[in-house]
């Protein structure tokens, strides 16, 4: 499906109070490795594409809550049952959003995988052919 805003994607934190809707194609995946991302999804990475913040519309967002690590971006989620939804500042130009909370086929798969030095010592990273890179990966 070619996301366009004919044919938005949609995506909603888990109990649905924070909804969204994507009506442009996704500029960039990836998976983040950081310890942050362990911690705030219980998981060994996280999977998260970027998209232009005019190509967003958020409903529900007074149920946004936000937590911003000491050096690290700001990381949202729903006040109500704690699925994260979005990552870094939502008022800049580009927003990132967590592909979990999209409903069905995003159009775009992780390009690379950053933050690998952090990677958990229980999982090891697959062998996909991605690029690894020890801190942040390329912009």
């Given amino acids: 499906m070619s996301v ?6 949609h995506g909603s934190c888990g109990c649905g109070a924070i909804s969204f809707e994507v009506r442009a194609p996704f500029e960039l995946a990836r998976y983040c490795h950081c310890h942050r ?8 990475c996280s999977a998260n594409a970027r998209v232009a913040r005019a190509a967003v519309d958020i409903s529900g967002a007074e149920h946004i809550r ?12 729903c006040g109500e049952c704690g699925g994260h939804v979005f990552s870094g500042p939502l008022d800049e130009e580009k927003i990132v959003i967590r592909l979990g ?18 990677a958990a010592a229980w999982e090891e990273i697959p062998d996909d052919g991605l690029p690894r890179y020890p801190e942040a990966g390329p912009a």
């Avoid at 936000?66 to 989620?77: I, L, N, V």
């Avoid at 409903?103 to 030095?117: A, F, H, L, Q, T």
């Fill in 101 to 118: 909370a999209i409903d069905g086929d995003p159009g775009i798969r992780p390009e690379y995988r950053m933050w690998v030095s952090s």
């Fill in 4 to 9: 366009s805003p004919e044919t938005p994607l």
């Fill in 66 to 77: 936000s937590w911003s690590p000491e050096g690290g971006a700001p990381k949202h989620y």
């Fill in 37 to 44: 991302c362990q911690k705030r999804t219980g998981t060994s």
